[in-house]
């Protein structure tokens, strides 16, 4: 039994340990590397701000902003390519400014950026970095944290639910053998993918004997009869019981409307708390049709950014649940913002997230603040060292929630020893 433990630790990795049925996920835990709230506040001005970019499942676009009174602030921007570049040039447009002036100053990037698209795609995602690390500054400034600069905590720990992609191949013994990773875990919701089904789909060059294709948005009987086996298959594992964990499925925007309904009557049976993205991005009307037939939730939002791309989809009730990408969406208050728009339809917001340690509790702090919230996604189960990257008094995570720290800021400091060892090729480490 004792060996059965020690070699699921290692498996789990150095950052990860379940003792007693409770699964933590800490990094170099104490509060080493945290810094002091300047006795002067006012005077204070940006100096400087400098990026690292980390592998890991994803890019991690880390961002330092730096002042005269040594005080710094800590943000993440969601990946993409051209993003650390942007995220550089918006220094210009920092320094010399009072730190603790966020909103003026986002807003301050987001007109000045205009001309480079700064209400959609890599220009958004970049001021939404910097926006994360000016709201760090501030609370380490004034010496409280960002959740209470934002208007304060409805919830201490915030619902995380596990990304937990899919079967390493179609066959069902793989997809229950995943079921079974993440169920270690000890969440109480996991969500994985279904549009990968099967997985000679997406390569198909020749048409298949089913309806769908490599190219095309159709389900054939076969493809939605395959879907639910394995769906099926992990929800067997994960239990099916009053205190079963949640399930939520992802399209990945792959189907059309109709199909995508036929696909949510076939899944209803398995009480998903949500079917996501069913159809492409951007058009309202088609995902309204969704919501309006499908007996199963739909959820959508993380393709989308600022609040302006928000309107219909809350306006005309075109979906049921909202998913936002904090740290692409245009950051913090910009997130508290669509959750407000969506608040007037009584629709409950979720986080799509991808983020380190960093981005994730910056998500975590708004994710408090937001009344009608439902989850925040973790989709890092498959990164053992995530933790490790970080300082951070306590876990970041356990048993599937993050408790939000009562520390200045976000209340997390890199650990640079081991950021530095996932430096992505060709970034350099806050130089
Ligand atoms: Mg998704």
């Known amino acids: 039994m004792r060996e059965k433990l020690k070699s ?69 921007a969601y990946w993409g390519a051209g993003v650390e570049d942007l995220i550089r040039r918006m220094k210009q447009l920092l320094v010399g400014e009072d730190p603790l002036s966020v909103d003026r100053l986002t807003t301050k990037m987001v007109r000045s950026m205009s001309g480079a698209g700064s209400q959609s795609g890599a220009t958004v995602t970049a001021i939404s970095g910097i926006e994360i690390a000016l709201w760090d500054l501030a609370g380490k400034i004034l010496g409280v944290p960002v959740y209470q600069l ?63 294709d490599g190219w095309n948005r159709l389900l054939g009987e076969d493809d939605i009869r395959m879907i639910v086996e394995r769906v099926t298959a992990a929800r067997e594992v994960l239990g099916d019981g009053p205190s079963a964990p949640e399930m939520s499925i992802d399209c990945h925007w792959s189907f059309d409307a109709r199909d995508a309904v036929r696909l949510a009557e076939a899944l209803a049976p398995l009480k998903l708390i949500w079917l996501e993205d069913p159809v492409p991005p951007k058009n309202w009307a088609a995902m309204k049709f969704v919501a309006d037939h499908s007996p199963v939730a739909i959820a959508t939002g993380e393709n989308l950014y600022t609040k302006y791309e ?45 983020a380190s340690p960093v981005g994730t509790l910056a998500c975590a702090h708004v994710a408090a603040t937001i009344p009608d919230f439902l989850a925040l996604e973790w989709h890092s189960v498959d990164v053992p060292w995530w933790a490790e990257t970080v300082h951070y008094d306590g876990p970041v995570m356990e048993n599937g929630f993050i408790k939000v720290a009562n520390r200045p800021g976000l209340g997390v400091e890199l650990n640079d020893e081991v950021c530095r060892k996932y430096l992505e090729k060709g970034s350099t480490y806050f130089e």
């Open 8 to 76: 699921r630790r290692k498996f789990l990795g150095a950052g990860a340990a379940t003792v007693g049925g409770a699964f933590a996920i800490a990094g170099d835990t104490g509060t080493r590397g945290a810094e002091q709230a300047p006795k002067e506040k006012s005077g204070i001005k940006i100096t400087d701000l400098k990026t690292a970019t980390l592998r890991a499942n994803f890019d991690w676009h880390l961002i330092r902003v730096y002042t005269n009174a040594g005080v710094t602030g800590l943000g993440e």
């Open 150 to 212: 934002l208007g304060g905590k409805y919830r201490d720990a915030v619902r995380v639910y596990c990304d937990s992609g899919e079967g390493k191949t179609d066959d069902i013994g793989s997809w229950r053998e995943r079921a079974q990773f993440v169920k270690s875990k000890n969440f109480n919701w996991y969500k994985f993918d279904c549009d990968g089904i099967p997985k000679d789909r997406a390569r198909a060059s020749q048409p298949y004997t089913r309806r769908a």
């Open 310 to 354: 928000f309107r219909e989809l809350t306006q005309e009730h075109a979906c049921d649940i909202l998913h936002i990408d904090v740290p692409k969406v245009g950051g913090l208050r910009e997130s508290q913002r669509i959750a407000d728009m969506a608040d007037l339809e009584f629709i409950p917001t979720a986080i799509h997230n991808v």
